[in-house]
């Protein structure tokens, strides 16, 4: 007789850690949106989100065109990221997997560096006109190079039986990808070369409110979609065997996973370039907050505390002011590496598996 797995015990310690973190969420908001080159003060943040206008002009132009957009692209990016990389490492029962590790990122990072590092006057007709479309150019390419390697990644999915065999394609296609854009760039422009490096440090400050329009359903939409995955992610916890056995489609529980994860990185990855360490970061951080595994409690745990994480990480980048701001990727390291290191350890001193 099949077990259903039992609902999630709502302990009063639990419960106060779900209170903390949504207030930890809002405060991060309100903090965020007021540090800066120019503080703001908190009576006009509240004056905005709720519809009215800042007392002072200067205060309602940086609200509304910097530090909202740059605060709910990076709510959106980091609680995509932490599903996501919460799915591979799930999936592939590996600690180390991150929302990259099927090469997504790699094919995102070539559409960019096809369309910016080969769209010049001598380059194809159609990829100059990519290039030539500025940033919407950027985000179409990353896009298609994105869905270029899911498509391979699906299609290999549907022969290869085993997880790990399919991790280790996507390795490869990154190393693939990777190795095309070191062509690209040794034959490049040394100022076209700049500027995709410069796009992949990664950044929260650059989408508009119309970029949010069409990246934030998305996301929003993958993720409930995720929800819909709990039973098979629950089961895969303990092996494929034992899912099988379950009653679990491997097969389907393994595509919608794929495709779920690929896409959640790839809208981010297309709007934001490439940022790393939070998908590592934010599974691990969750499961030793909330002390469980359950993907019912971790998956939303996932996206509020990935959403939080990320919005310091996109406030602290930018902190040194307009001319000048820190790179996305060294500042989710910086603070990434640490709180994995303290979570891990405090797992093993306690006893428990994180």
């Not at 530090?67 to 599903?83: D, M």
């Not at 180390?96 to 099927?102: E, Q, S, V």
């Not at 095309?180 to 990664?202: C, E, F, N, R």
Request: glycine share 12%; hydrophobic share 55%; with cysteine.
């Amino acid at each position: 007789m099949r077990k259903t797995p039992a609902r999630p015990r709502w302990t009063l310690s639990r419960r106060t850690t779900w209170v903390t973190l949504v207030v930890v969420a809002v405060v991060s908001v309100l903090v965020t949106a007021s540090i800066g080159a120019v503080i703001v003060p908190v009576s006009d943040i509240l004056a905005v989100l709720t519809g009215g206008d800042a007392s002072d002009p200067g205060n309602d132009a940086i609200l509304r065109l910097v530090r909202l957009p740059r605060i709910a692209t990076s709510a959106i990016a980091g609680a995509a990221l932490g599903v996501a990389g919460l799915q591979m490492q799930t999936l592939f029962r590996n600690a180390l997997a991150d929302p990259y590790i099927l090469g997504a990122n790699s094919g995102a990072s070539l559409g960019v560096a096809i369309v910016s590092l080969a769209g010049g006057a001598g380059g194809p007709a159609f990829v100059g006109a990519v290039a030539g479309a500025g940033r919407v150019g950027v985000v179409l390419a990353a896009a298609a190079g994105a869905a270029v390697v899911l498509g391979v990644i699906l299609v290999m999915a549907t022969w290869v039986r085993n997880a790990v065999t399919l991790l280790l394609i996507g390795v490869m296609l990154g190393s693939v990808t990777g190795a095309l854009v070191s062509v690209l760039i040794v034959t490049a422009d040394p100022t076209a070369v700049q500027k995709y490096m410069i796009w992949g440090l990664g950044t929260f400050s650059s989408t508009s409110w119309g970029d949010l329009a069409v990246a934030a359903p998305i996301v929003l939409g993958t993720i409930v979609i995720v929800f819909f995955t709990v039973r098979p992610l629950n089961a895969l916890l303990l092996g494929e065997g034992y899912a099988r056995s379950m009653g679990v489609d491997l097969r389907v529980a393994r595509t919608v996973t794929l495709l779920s994860a690929a896409l959640l990185s790839g809208v981010v990855t297309a709007f934001c370039g490439p940022v790393g360490f939070l998908g590592l970061v934010i599974p691990h951080l969750v499961r030793g907050l909330l002390r469980t595994s359950d993907h019912r409690i971790v998956i939303p745990g996932c996206a509020l505390v990935g959403a939080t994480l990320a919005v310091w990480c996109g406030a602290l980048a930018d902190l040194p002011g307009e001319r000048m701001a820190l790179p996305l990727n060294a500042v989710t390291a910086i603070i990434g590496a640490p709180v994995v290191i303290t979570v891990l350890l405090r797992g093993r001193r306690e006893g428990g598996s994180v």
